[in-house]
């Protein structure tokens, strides 16, 4: 229960360092996911607002609507929280363009039965802001219903191909599921799409690792970062070459956290 001080310590890295930290938005910084619970998966409102105020959650809710949806990394890696769209004809060149109040707004809610029985339909807008935050990969092709609900989709190989090439890029980097492996990554799609997960023992309930990504130039010699997560976590460092990647290397840096809580009661 500590997500106000988490974010707390990121907006003062930003201030500090504005060039050099990035903060992408996805499914939890949302409306409709902040006011949720906490056992429901959500939990930042009441947590807020036991703590703080009304006008702190106001400003939270300001800042997140804020946030970009996408990124484009030394023009090889595309990141996003969720992952890639239903309809086939979006491409980078359309994500660049969107109009801010197209996506500077919390995701769509599902359309009720009776609206969708009448012909409405979401805009284009409003499903690639929608996907961006929770689509998920599947194993096969083209795009398919998700278990997460009847409006979320899944998208497969021949998507995640077809996007990274008609951008000019290599690899798509995304979070939102934790990796069915029970590692903090998971490569996917033939090397082009990458999981990666940051939280270990996600929600107090799972056991997965959790792992991020240190890119470097390509030509710089590779590095161990475990020590960088400190005595609380047990962690090791990977140098992933299965991508396609060429103007970057990246190290993929495993941790499991399930330590902190004694090391910090």
């Known amino acids: 229960r500590n997500a106000c001080e988490i974010w707390f310590l990121i907006i003062a890295f930003k201030l500090a360092h504005p060039r050099s930290v990035y903060v992408l938005r996805g499914n939890h910084e949302n409306e409709q996911m902040i006011s949720r619970p906490f056992k429901m998966g959500g939990g930042f409102s009441e947590e807020c607002l036991s703590k703080y105020s009304q006008g702190v959650l106001a400003a ?21 929280h969720g ?25 769509p809610n599902p359309l009720t039965k009776e609206a969708t029985a009448r012909g409405e339909k979401w805009s ?12 998920d990969p599947h194993y096969g092709s083209g795009s398919r219903p998700s278990s997460r609900g009847r409006v979320a989709v899944t998208f497969g190989e ?4 077809r996007f990274l090439d008609s951008a000019g890029l290599k690899l798509c980097l995304r979070s939102h599921r934790v990796p069915q492996t029970g590692s903090g990554y998971e ?37 161990d970062f475990s020590e960088l997560l400190g005595p609380t976590s047990s962690s090791s460092t990977k140098v ?10 990246m190290s993929l840096v495993e941790h499991d956290v399930s330590t902190l809580n004694a090391a910090t009661d």
């Open 187 to 223: 490569l996917e799609h033939g090397g082009r799409l990458l999981t990666l997960f940051s939280a270990s023992r996600y929600g107090g309930v799972l056991s997965n690792r959790g792992a991020v990504a240190v890119m470097r130039s390509a030509d710089e010699a590779a590095q």
């Open 158 to 161: 021949d998507v995640t191909h």
């Open 124 to 135: 284009e807008e409003e499903e690639i802001l929608f996907d961006a935050q929770w689509a």
């Open 60 to 80: 939270f809710q300001r800042m997140f609507k804020l946030l970009p949806i996408f990124a484009v990394l030394e023009e090889e890696i595309f990141i996003v």
């Open 83 to 107: 992952g890639l769209f239903r309809n086939p004809a979006v491409n980078l060149e359309m994500l660049r363009s969107l109009p801010k109040a197209t996506w500077q707004r919390n995701y």
């Open 240 to 249: 992933i070459h299965s991508t396609p990647l060429q103007k970057l290397q």
